[in-house]
């Protein structure tokens, strides 16, 4: 049984049509999982969906055999899923130490520890550590959303769009990192938009297409399928 | 010794009174700017809360004397804050509970809630004067001078007197205390910085597992804090009159939104900025031009650039001034 | 059909709440409150110009209204020739001043770039200007003051018709709006409101302190009427005759003479107030029901559409072409304008200009509660948030008096809580308006009768 796990997830916005029907997504420790598709074909719902900033019409989302389909997105993060949102997703007006206090708010326990782990993962937030995050360029800022989210130690670690906005060189750094946070064995998944570099890096991927599971496959199955190729990736 | 006579000429009615003024509308303008930060609306029932709280003061202060507690040279009222602001605390978060909370929760633009408060504000200006009535009141008791101006005269040997009233230097003082406790708490406790995290960016902090139930609790807390004691610093100063503290809305407002609304630190100096200009540009600088001044040179006129008439006017204008060009306030950085 | 059935059952309680008014209290009464409900109606739908079509919040209205009221005393006050010998000149030439310095800072603001210069030399021009004329202005009101102080001490205004000033109330508060419009209109929507809160509480400042220009907090009194005097009519024989008419069934039932003759009179001393205030409310429906035909139409014209479309959405209005600052700039002074009228006409009404009774309180937010509880950008709902709130205002302290005799029937007449809150029944006028401000905008928050949406 995969680690964490969203099966047959069907979701919409409020009362609006169903976003995602019957969409189904896992991840296992230690691996990267990339989540593709076109425009509006679902994919951050069905993360939104994992992580329970919208409610479930039917399925389930399971984390180490626990359903915690009912549970509210604060509750998730005490299970260890972290998020980074696509936009605004740090604290602009605080510090890079204070954005990473506040990304461990919810631990109890002494967590200089962790900060110092953060630091050696990112050794720039090190440096930058007492300046406000607004004044830092855009992959400092993904740094920091990296770091904000690795402190409550995630087992799941959901990034949304992380390399949008960023320059090429920005993004393969940024795809260093999310390599090096992998390592820590944590389970990563990502919604990406630049789908062959996405899928370089990832272990698997799934294709969704209006809001269904279309394809899925190691990322090198998906990178050498005729129709994947033909259809998402331009080539 | 000239010039020392306008040095202390100065003093007396221009800087003294106006640290003392400043102070009171920075308390009032840090409320308004922890209202609008965190809780995301501006705040029309701001005086009126003030009032609310001071009103406690008054009472309680009343009590006290009639049962012969004194606080020796020191204003009896400053033994009542503490139960002043436990109450104010609890109409707030009355109020926050049945009328804030259901607009919160929907997430209303924060014109809804503005026109809201300003509901609010009716309702507390009926409270008080139910229970209190339109009138002035004095509560002051204690020594009321730490130095009068005879006996300044008659230690330095000078033509202008000092006097330094009790309440000028209570103000300062307790102001000084209650806002760097207050920095300290927002900078440097967790919790303090999980308020301005959620002042920040709401989304994040609600997924950091920040719990917006207690921040706003918080929020309320020092908010009462803030209120009850300007609003006590100011009654004790001038009197307390409910009329007068819904008018001090208005200057309060210029000083947040001078120093930046949603700002605490440019909150601060905005109440300062505001005192000065409004005593600077309405002071009649005759006696010190006298002072300074060859004979030959005299000043005849008041050398006054604006009538007292128009005190409000000066830091509305300010305002607007500021509104024009800088519509982020004059301090920049970092915000709450 | 059900929409009209609404607003009908809404006007037929407050006509019925005025009429009771009138057969428990007094006629008078009735009728103050009336025409002080039909100003609080044109009051109203002047902020619901800017609230309910465009979205504006104005927190000025204060301001307007002060400048309407100051209109009247400008326009229709006799000319105090004495003031104008001594200082009329000086005061002209700081009007020329004010215009010449207005054209000075728009041509530098045309020829030269923004750039630190441009703003040095119009805080320079502005500096001068600001010396010049207070050097030219002090003497010239220190003499205009000085002219018979206890009863006039200004320059008096144009001794014109008072109706006419109604208009230029509308042209001062459109004037005023003009520049704050200017200044304010592209801050975000709580910006606005405090700024504009702020600089009403500056223009009523300028009002009560110049006291050349309408004696300040000395007060205007005996101004014009565009209606007769109650003096005039008691001794007119045909106002006598039509009251005699009027009550022959009453006076018949008198024989004796002398009794009836008193009787008479007093019912002519009633009749007078009663027609005079009756003169009032005939002329404030008219200009009520011309205001309400002309926004009708403008609300259902192509303009109205497009005020509303850039309301809800003002991002793609403006992308499809529409100037949203231009359009902004004009509702907020249309809607400021029709303020400034409803201000003349108070003035006019009470016959006195009293610059220091003008409070944010009852001339600013009480408004605003008019405005949201009738029904935001439905006219109709506006006139009846006027009628209802002002009711509601008026009335809330002998309602209170009542409730407050009702529960504490029991206690004896010296108990003092008893006492205290038959004291403090005023202040339950606050508690009452603002409890319904809050009642409506939790339960109806667009108010009793709110906006249709029409389908085209």
């Given at each position: 049984m995969p680690f964490f796990e969203g099966n047959k997830m069907t979701a919409g916005y409020g009362d609006g049509p169903d976003i995602i029907t019957s969409c189904s997504i896992n991840v296992d420790r230690g691996e990267i999982v990339a989540i593709l598709g076109p425009n509006g074909a679902g994919k951050s719902t069905a993360m939104k969906a994992m992580l329970g900033l919208l409610n479930l019409k039917s399925g389930s989302v399971s984390i180490d055999g626990d359903d915690i389909s009912s549970l509210t997105p604060q509750d998730r993060v005490k299970k260890g899923i972290s998020f980074v949102p696509q936009t605004r997703n740090v604290f602009a007006e605080l510090t890079v130490k204070e954005n990473l206090e506040i990304g461990a708010f919810l631990r109890k326990d002494n967590i200089n520890k962790v900060i110092e782990e953060i630091y050696e993962l990112f050794p720039i937030l090190k440096e930058k550590r007492?300046?406000?995050?607004?004044?830092?360029?855009g992959g400092q800022r993904q740094q920091v959303a990296l770091g904000r989210a690795l402190m409550i130690r995630p087992s799941v670690l959901m990034l949304d769009e992380p390399t949008a906005g960023v320059s090429p060189i920005v993004m393969d750094e940024l795809f260093q990192h999310i390599l090096k946070v992998k390592e820590t064995n944590v389970a990563i998944i990502m919604v990406e938009q630049n789908a062959k570099q996405a899928l370089s890096i990832s272990d698997r991927g799934y294709v969704l297409v209006t809001g269904e599971n279309k394809f899925e496959g190691s990322g090198n199955e998906l990178l050498k399928d005729p129709e994947v190729r033909r259809s998402f990736l331009g080539a | 010794m000239d010039l020392l006579n306008a040095i202390i000429l100065l003093l007396n009615y221009t800087v003294i009174p106006a640290l003392t003024y400043g102070s009171q509308l920075a308390l009032g303008a840090i409320f308004v700017t922890l209202v609008y930060g965190i809780l995301r609306f501006a705040n029309f029932a701001t005086g009126d809360m003030m009032s609310f709280g001071t009103m406690f003061a008054v009472l309680l202060t009343y009590y006290f004397q009639s049962l012969g507690i004194s606080f020796g040279v020191l204003p009896t009222a400053l033994l009542t804050i503490p139960f002043a602001i436990f109450m104010m605390i609890l109409y707030m978060l009355t109020i926050d509970k049945f009328v804030f909370s259901y607009y919160r929760v929907k997430k209303s633009p924060p014109v809804q809630l503005a026109m809201v408060s300003v509901g609010v504000m009716f309702v507390t200006q009926a409270i008080i004067r139910i229970i209190i009535g339109p009138s002035d009141k004095r509560f002051l008791d204690g020594?009321?001078?730490?130095?009068?101006a005879t006996e300044f005269k008659e230690m330095t040997g000078l033509n202008e007197g000092l006097t330094i009233k009790s309440t000028q230097v209570i103000t300062i003082f307790v102001t000084l205390i209650v806002v760097s406790i207050m920095f300290w708490f927002l900078n440097k406790t967790k919790t303090g910085t999980s308020m301005r995290a959620y002042s920040d960016n709401e989304d994040l902090a609600l997924l950091s597992g920040i719990d917006p139930k207690k921040v706003v609790l918080i929020t309320w807390v020092i908010a009462g804090v803030l209120a009850t004691i300007g609003g006590i610093l100011y009654g004790l100063d001038k009197s307390y009159r409910p009329f007068v503290y819904f008018n001090n809305m208005l200057p309060i407002f210029a000083a947040a939104i001078v120093g930046g609304i949603g700002n605490p630190y440019g909150a601060f100096f905005g109440g300062y900025v505001i005192a000065f200009a409004e005593i600077f540009l309405t002071y009649a600088y005759k006696r010190f031009f006298i002072y300074i001044l060859p004979d030959s040179l005299e000043p005849n006129s008041m050398i006054q650039l604006l009538s007292t008439d128009y005190k409000f006017a000066i830091s509305f204008s300010i305002l607007v001034i500021v509104l024009l060009f800088r519509p982020s306030g004059i301090f920049e950085g970092k915000k709450i | 059909m059900r929409q009209y059935s609404n607003v009908i059952t809404a006007y037929l309680i407050m006509t019925i709440l005025i009429i009771l008014v009138g057969v428990f209290q007094s006629w008078a009464i009735a009728l103050t409150i009336l025409n002080y409900c039909l100003i609080s109606a044109v009051m109203t739908m002047g902020a619901n110009i800017q609230w309910g079509y465009a979205g504006l919040i104005n927190f000025g209205i204060m301001g307007y209204t002060a400048l309407g009221g100051l209109a009247v005393v400008l326009v229709s006050v006799a000319p105090v020739g004495e003031a104008w010998k001594l200082g009329g000149l000086n005061m002209m030439i700081c009007v020329g001043i004010i215009v010449g310095m207005i054209f000075l800072i728009r041509y530098v603001l045309k020829k030269i770039e923004k750039s630190k210069k441009r703003s040095y030399l119009i805080a320079a021009i502005i500096v001068i200007g600001l010396l010049l004329l207070r050097f030219i202005s002090a003497p010239a009101i220190e003499s205009i003051e000085s002219v018979e102080p206890a009863k006039t001490g200004f320059l008096g205004?144009?001794?014109?018709?008072?109706?006419f000033s109604w208009i230029v109330g509308g042209f001062f508060a459109g004037g005023l709006a003009y520049i704050i419009g200017k200044i304010a209109?592209?801050?975000r929507a709580d910006y606005l409101a405090i700024a504009t809160l702020l600089i009403a509480e500056i223009v009523v400042s300028i009002v009560k302190h110049e006291e050349w220009l309408a004696r300040g907090v000395k007060n205007v009194i005996g101004l014009k009427r565009p209606a007769p005097y109650e003096i005039d009519l008691q001794t007119s024989p045909w106002f006598i005759n039509l009251v005699e008419k009027f009550h022959s069934a009453k006076l018949e039932l008198i024989n004796s003479i002398s009794e009836r003759q008193d009787m008479l009179n007093q019912m002519v001393i009633d009749a007078s107030s009663i027609y005079v205030k009756l003169c009032f409310s005939g002329l404030f429906l008219t200009v009520v029901i011309i205001l309400l035909i002309i926004t009708q139409k403008a609300l259902y014209s192509p303009w109205g559409r497009k005020m509303r479309a850039i309301r809800d959405n003002e991002e793609a209005a403006s992308a499809m072409g529409k100037n949203v600052v231009k359009e902004h700039l004009l509702i907020f002074i249309l809607g400021s304008a029709v303020v400034g009228i409803a201000g003349a006409m108070m003035v006019t009404h009470d016959g006195l200009f009293t610059p220091g009774s003008y409070r944010p309180m009852r001339y600013t937010f009480v408004i605003w509660v008019m405005v949201i509880v009738g029904g935001t950008g439905n006219n109709f709902g506006a006139i009846l948030g006027g009628f209802a709130v002002w009711f509601l205002w008026v009335q809330a302290a002998p309602i209170a008096l009542f409730v407050i005799n009702l529960l504490t029937s029991?206690?004896?007449?010296?108990n003092e809580i008893k006492i205290h809150l038959i004291n403090s029944a005023p202040y339950f006028r606050f508690l009452l308006v603002g409890i319904g401000l809050l009642l409506i905008m939790r339960y109806r928050p667009r108010g009793i009768l709110p906006e249709k949406i029409i389908k085209q």
């Open positions: 007492s300046q406000v995050v607004g004044q830092l360029s | 020594e009321k001078f730490i130095l009068k | 205004g144009l001794g014109m018709p008072v109706l209109l592209g801050l029991h206690l004896p007449e010296t």
